[in-house]
């Protein structure tokens, strides 16, 4: 797969994002992509289990997701399977010689952003920007194209030990590294690589080990009161809304803990029907973050306290779901060294930086405790974007020459 056919990938999948566990056509597309190349293709249940997710999607999202992805062009069997089974897909190679058998993330789902028209945004400008009120906000479409690409230069077997690519889905939010991991998908792994490209960095720099990431819990509280008529009986009414409005605040105002980084946040609060009706139902999903596994467990136990006080203030009940989690993590020296010694072979040493510190969460972190109870290694490579708005931005697009710097020092660091 050449440079122009790496860009023609993401571009494509940037142009069709598919949110957690619905990356069909995308996942339809990676096998489609790697039939012939690798040694072993597993995908569906071998590959993930959907069983230890919550708030997996029901089979009508799932099959409404199937139809647009043929629609869009993906094989109506692969399709079909994936809506049933599940999108994650591992992918393995097999080298020429005995060595380390290698796991390497690449991350597939998109985030429910409508992605910017404005003429200056480059997927806008050349014709590739999404319009299904999805958007890969995140680089996920680059780090999918990735992930093909490099199976293709491996296709040789020119490498010791194993290469197992691991496509996941649902990132965002962290549930699908802990479905993967489920199926046995890190078993076996020695040294663990997850990669991510953007990060505010200069595109095209590489970072042998991302320091930073953050434990997370993701919640989701439902509150369950009692309809009434907001003027004539509102005495009758248990507000839910009221309810779930003090939990935001009380969740907003958790304090933080001296010595770490935690972060807070309310992300969706929806409730009600109509302005005369006392709210019955109300739903809101938050998050919390720690540098610390501890601290971050007691933000948690104390959101829970929130919204418990909170319904108890207006007599409705409530429950709190725990829908996603991740771990904190740090890179392994070791590996560091593996990935910073292959990017100055491959980049020279203007572009290459040990390490870079993030504010954020990522469930690679999962992959990397699992495969470290197993004393294996693990890092989290970044890539420099260039990106000319934050992640998560409606404008967030990605320099796509840094693709191929990092296919190159993956490829370099498998090699040895």
């Known amino acids: 797969m050449n440079e122009r056919e790496l860009v023609a990938l993401r571009r494509d999948l ?40 919550a708030g997996y999607p029901g089979q009508a999202a799932r099959e409404r997701a199937a139809a647009e992805a043929v629609a869009a062009g993906a094989d109506p069997g692969a399709a079909a399977l994936l809506a049933r089974e599940g999108t994650a897909i591992v992918a393995e190679l097999a080298g020429h010689r005995p060595g380390p058998v290698w796991g390497l993330r690449f991350d597939m789902d998109a985030l429910p952003v409508a992605e910017s028209a404005e003429p200056g945004h480059p997927p806008a400008a050349h014709g590739f920007r999404s319009a299904n009120g999805a958007m890969h906000a995140c680089a996920h479409d680059a780090h999918t194209a990735i ?30 590294a802990e479905a993967m991991i489920a199926a046995g998908a890190a078993e076996g792994v020695e040294r663990l690589v997850g990669l991510h490209l953007g990060n505010d960095l200069p595109a095209g720099v590489v970072v042998g080990g991302a320091l930073g990431l953050l434990a997370t819990v993701k919640l989701r509280a439902s509150f369950h009161g009692v309809a009434a008529h907001a003027g004539s009986a509102p005495h009758l009414g248990r507000d839910a809304l009221a309810a779930a409005a003090v939990a935001t605040l009380r969740l907003l105002a958790l304090p933080p ?34 540098d610390d596994e501890d601290v971050a467990a007691e933000l948690e136990r104390r959101a829970r306290a929130a919204v418990a006080g909170a319904a108890a203030m207006y007599e409705v009940g409530a429950e709190v779901r725990r829908t996603g989690r991740s771990c904190a993590m740090v890179p392994d020296d070791a590996l560091v060294d593996a990935v910073v010694r292959a990017a100055l072979r491959r980049c020279g040493p203007g572009r290459v930086r040990r390490h870079h510190t993030l504010s954020a969460s990522d469930d690679v972190s999962l992959w990397a405790r699992e495969v470290r109870g197993r004393g294996g290694l693990a890092t989290f490579v970044l890539v420099g974007g260039g ?14 020459d840094a693709m191929t710097v990092a296919v190159d020092v993956l490829e370099e660091l498998v090699r040895g």
């Not at 409606?394 to 320099?399: A, H, L, N, Q, Y």
């Open 387 to 400: 990106n000319p708005a934050p992640h998560h931005h409606p404008r967030f697009d990605v320099d796509e």
């Open 257 to 290: 803990f001296p010595g770490t980084r935690t972060r807070v946040n309310v992300g969706t609060l929806r409730a009600g029907e109509a302005a005369n009706v006392v709210p019955a139902e109300a739903e809101l999903t938050c998050e919390v973050r720690a």
């Open 14 to 53: 940037h142009a069709h994002p598919e949110p957690a566990f619905l990356e069909i056509r995308t996942a339809a597309l990676v096998l489609r992509r790697l039939a012939g190349v690798c040694d072993t293709l597993l995908t569906g249940r071998a590959a993930m289990r959907a069983d230890v997710v």
């Open 147 to 176: 992930g093909v690409a490099l199976a293709h230069r491996l296709a040789d077997r020119r490498f010791p030990g194993r290469v197992r690519l691991l496509f996941q889905p649902a990132e965002e939010g962290a549930r699908g």
